[in-house]
């Protein structure tokens, strides 16, 4: 009888180290709505997921600072996509758009030993007044491609390489499509570098992968340039906002023919081939006058007095 309780004693200890063992290596229970509400969580936390209405809350990429504190409140990161495409529509060229990125060219070119890029510029920039809004003409390059093909190459290996820190270029509207803005898009992102489009108003129609998209248009006084913001990251559009460009650049707009005037004296002591007028414009100064043809061939060329 006692070999027999000692006998049922050892099996039920057996029985229950077997069930604890079994109990130790089985993991424990999962709740499948569980799992799936932290892998959401993590998807909305990525930095690149866009997000509408949480602008206030995006401060993992921070800005290139566009020297209008009121626009940086707008933009994601408080400012100009440090690497990035954006566009800027214009409702006509000289509108104001170089006045709008002046004091971000001058940053970028005493910050970085980076070229500032300008790719198919219709009009020849004037050095002087570039000077003069505070910004290093050593560091503008002047790409002028053959054609559209090439002008998407150069801007996509400017941007690629990241030699540079800036590039503007004015791309054939006819010729762009949205897989070529995606490209742009991506070898921004790869090169570090901010990469702006001009574009006419017409394109706002068309879809593009840039991050930014900005519609400007003139004030209605001398010196403010209208905007609206299009598109931008982890927010809804914003129309109609006023900024005063001559503050921000220390420029004021001048008349046409003060412009002119300064454009002949100019005009006199680097070429000999007389330019056709200038027609009626803000960006004037910044502009010049417009891009002589060339012999067909593509080249560079660093902006100099």
């Known amino acids: 009888m006692t ?121 020849i920039p004037y050095a002087p007044a570039l000077e003069a809004a505070g910004v290093d003409i050593s560091r503008i390059l002047l790409i002028h491609p053959q054609n559209h093909k090439d002008t998407l190459w150069s801007v996509e290996r400017a941007c690629k390489s990241g030699t540079c820190s800036l590039v503007l270029a004015w791309p054939d509207e006819k010729k762009l499509k949205l897989k070529d803005t995606q490209r742009l898009q991506v070898a921004a992102k790869q090169g570090g570098t901010l990469a702006c489009l001009l574009r006419p108003q017409s394109a706002q129609a068309q879809p593009s992968m840039a991050e930014l998209r900005l519609g400007l248009k003139a004030g209605t006084e001398p010196g403010q340039l209208r905007l609206d913001v299009l598109k931008r990251r982890g927010g809804w559009p914003v129309q109609d906002v006023t900024l005063n460009i001559d503050t921000a650049t220390g420029t004021r707009h001048r008349r046409q023919q003060d412009v002119q005037q300064q454009l002949t004296l100019w005009r006199a002591q680097h070429i000999s081939a007389p330019q056709a007028p200038l027609q009626d414009s803000q960006e004037t100064p910044l502009h010049a006058f417009e891009r002589p043809d060339r012999d067909g061939s593509s080249h560079v060329e660093q902006l100099v007095h």
């Not at 070999?3 to 029985?15: F, G, K, V």
């Not at 424990?28 to 936390?45: F, K, T, Y």
């Not at 495409?85 to 060229?93: G, S, T, V, Y």
Request: with cysteine; net charge negative; proline share 7%.
């Open 3 to 123: 070999e027999q309780i000692q006998a049922d004693l050892l099996d039920a200890a057996l029985s229950a180290a077997s069930a604890a063992t079994a109990s130790a290596a089985k993991p424990p229970a999962v709740n499948p709505s569980e799992h799936q509400d932290s892998a959401a969580e993590n998807l909305l936390r990525h930095p690149d997921l866009w997000r509408a209405g949480q602008l206030a809350a995006n401060t993992v990429h921070k800005g290139l600072a566009t020297g209008y504190a009121g626009l940086d409140k707008l933009l994601p990161g408080r400012g100009w996509p440090q690497a990035g495409l954006m566009e800027m529509l214009l409702a006509c060229a000289g509108v104001g758009e170089l006045r709008l990125l002046a004091p971000a060219m001058r940053a970028l070119s005493h910050t970085q030993e980076r070229w500032i890029a300008w790719v198919n510029p219709p009009f």
